[in-house]
């Protein structure tokens, strides 16, 4: 279905992870460009994004899906320029970002076309690249499986990271009052300048005292916790009667004691879940909700990433040490082409 766009070739550059390790296992290499199956877009990627899961397949701590690359990169945007069927919604020359299931570190990556959007009419195509794993990933958890609502209270832990920045944006523009945390006092206030009522430094102070205290021991509703190990009981002394606790990672560990007396008595409810090994079906589904609820406000630029710094598809070990320090506010980028 290749119409005279643009020659594809048959071998293209991407970053590739040589053994499991640091960031200077990242490497460049030659790949051949993906085929397509069906109901699949060749994209040619121009910006991609750069996520806490890409180091951790890097470290050798994040499966692989069977079927999915072996490359990093789970966010790009760009052009489309192959289709395997004239029945796609979209067509060769199309700019697009999307959801891969893997393989976003290189020139060309093929997509489901299900897991594809449209560029906001207000964003440019780096700030696109920062919207499929980051917006989907807040979207699926903080409103569809956490039932966020107008008026609810939040808090929303790693308030400075992409996941963190995005959440409160989205929180707080569907009215909710939005808490959050962070590692230091210039995060916190950079938090608090995108919308959090309060952001508390961790490093100084219980989040939980503070969020019991500012909230007269109501608590907050929802929590959207990157963190887990010893933050889960630490969440449900600060999450009120009917609260969701929603977890995304396990940066802190996967265990902690939790006294399931308190949260049968205040009805409080635990889930999370990981994006990338759910079926393509389900990631379409996101996709779709994501562009229904939340595209009038990314095309009129009333929300929109953060981005900290953009770096060369070369450089990616340096990009992966930036977001490895820690010290960012929003996301990190790669140009590709």
């Avoid at 609260?243 to 902690?256: H, P, S, Y």
């Amino acid at each position: 279905m290749r119409e005279n766009f643009l020659t594809i070739p048959k071998e293209m550059q991407a970053v590739e992870i040589k053994k499991f390790g640091s960031a200077e296992n990242l490497s460049l290499c030659v790949r051949s460009t993906p085929k397509l199956s069906n109901n699949q877009l060749l994209i040619k990627i121009l910006f991609a994004g750069v996520n806490r899961p890409d180091i951790l397949q890097r470290q050798g701590n994040y499966k692989v899906p069977e079927n999915a690359s072996d490359l990093p990169g789970l966010e790009v945007s760009g052009i489309v320029v192959d289709k395997k069927s004239s029945n796609l919604k979209f067509n060769i020359g199309d700019k697009v970002c999307a959801l891969c299931h893997g393989g976003g570190y290189a020139e060309y990556v093929a997509v489901d076309e299900g897991h594809c959007m449209p560029i906001p009419r207000s964003y440019s195509l780096a700030e696109a690249a920062c919207i499929p794993e980051t917006f989907i990933t807040v979207w699926s958890n903080l409103f569809m499986r956490g039932k966020l609502k107008k008026n609810e209270k939040v808090l929303i832990h790693g308030g400075a990271s992409g996941i963190g920045t995005t959440a409160i944006q989205l929180a707080k523009h569907f009215g909710a009052k939005v808490y959050a945390t962070a590692g230091s006092e210039e995060k916190c206030h950079a938090v608090e300048k995108i919308g959090a009522i309060k952001c508390f430094n961790y490093k100084i102070k219980e989040f939980e005292n503070e969020i019991n205290q500012l909230t007269n021991k109501q608590g907050v509703d929802v929590i959207l916790d990157m963190v887990a190990g010893p933050y889960i009981s630490r969440n449900l002394k600060c999450l009120g009667v009917d609260g969701r606790l929603i977890i995304i990672a396990v940066q802190g560990g996967i265990k902690d004691e939790v006294n399931f007396a308190n949260l049968m008595i205040r009805r409080q409810s635990i889930t999370g879940s990981t994006l990338r090994p759910q079926p393509s079906t389900k990631k379409a589904e996101y996709v779709h909700n994501l562009i229904k609820h939340t595209w009038e406000y990314l095309d009129t630029g009333k929300i929109k990433p953060i981005i900290q710094k953009e770096f060369l598809l070369s450089d990616a070990s340096e990009a992966h040490k930036a977001l490895e320090k820690g010290d960012h506010v929003g996301k990190f980028i790669m140009k590709v082409s």
